[in-house]
């Protein structure tokens, strides 16, 4: 699933092509696309014909299009989600489900999803003290991610000692911070010489502090290169992929050296997912088997 470096790279993208245009027409190719609109396809293109996009805004894997009116389209891309800027007169994606063409006949935009997990929507806003972009009402349990510049260093500190879990758990709670997931936990731990499943209570705040700052790093690193890519799922508007599976320190490197130690890198089943760590820089608690 795309992490926040990849949709961030999309909103980036969204903002160059797509804010400031208006909506000359909306097609649903497949419902599921729009599955939380309430009204259905027929509702969705009613909502966007004929408005003007605002500037894209990202909150953790989210973004959002402002649309006036206080109503944004709101897309998360799920598994294999892509939303895609193409010449109206080039084919049309196997895969194919929401099309949106503008007024000024210029390049159009497509939201392409294989597993049809991800999701567009029309949904209002609330705006809070201080919070000019406002929020689709579906995020209000979002937290904000560390790249965004309102996000608070010393109440997540305080919030993730406090919590009672595991820290790779705490990493991928989206009310506590959104916007990292499997791929960029297991590189911040790595680089904060972390194990998966030490518990958030024995942190303290300096390693909390530095586990912090490994996760942001991990991920303007990645964003600096447009972003993780291991397949042709993931990529950014104009349909190119990222690089950042060629600087990954940990995720996806199973039996492979380490890069500080030269332990072979291990693999382990976790939550439905895998968890990637060096049993030698990461030590396990105690109790825990490697």
């Not at 729009?34 to 293109?45: N, T, Y």
């Not at 209002?124 to 689709?136: E, H, I, Q, R, Y």
Request: overall charge positive; charged content about 25%; glycine content about 10%.
């Amino acid at each position: 699933m795309p992490e926040l470096p990849e949709v961030e790279v999309v909103r980036r993208g969204l903002a160059s092509w797509v804010s400031g245009r208006t909506v000359a027409e909306a097609q649903v190719l497949h419902p599921r696309a729009v599955r939380r609109q309430v009204g259905g396809g027929a509702d969705f293109a009613d909502q966007l014909t004929g408005r003007t996009l605002g500037v894209a805004v990202r909150r953790g894997k989210y973004l959002w299009l402002p649309a006036g009116d206080g109503l944004a389209l709101l897309g998360h891309l799920g598994m294999s989600g892509q939303l895609l800027v193409q010449d109206p007169a080039g084919p049309d994606e196997t895969h194919l489900r929401v099309r949106l063409r503008f007024t000024d006949g210029g390049r159009e935009l497509r939201f392409v999803d294989q597993r049809t997990f991800g999701h567009l929507v029309v949904e209002p806003l609330s705006f809070a003290p201080g919070d000019p972009d406002g929020l689709p009402l579906s995020l209000a349990h979002i937290a904000r991610d560390p790249l965004d510049p309102l996000f608070d260093d010393e109440a997540f500190l305080t919030a993730l000692r406090a919590k009672r879990t595991t820290v790779k758990r705490a990493l991928l709670d989206q009310s506590l911070i959104s916007g990292v997931g499997n791929i960029y936990a297991d590189e911040a731990l790595w680089r904060a010489k972390l194990h998966y499943d030490r518990p958030t209570a024995t942190l303290s705040r300096p390693l909390a502090a530095a586990l912090l700052g490994h996760a942001r790093d991990v991920m303007n690193a990645a964003l600096a290169v447009g972003g993780t890519s291991f397949d042709s799922l993931y990529v950014n508007v104009n349909g190119e992929s990222g690089y950042f599976s060629r600087s990954l320190d940990a995720y996806g490197r199973e039996d492979q050296p380490c890069y500080r130690c030269g332990t072979p890198i291990r693999r382990a089943a976790w939550m439905n997912r895998s968890s990637y760590f060096c049993p030698r820089c990461q030590r396990p608690p105690r109790g825990t088997a490697l």
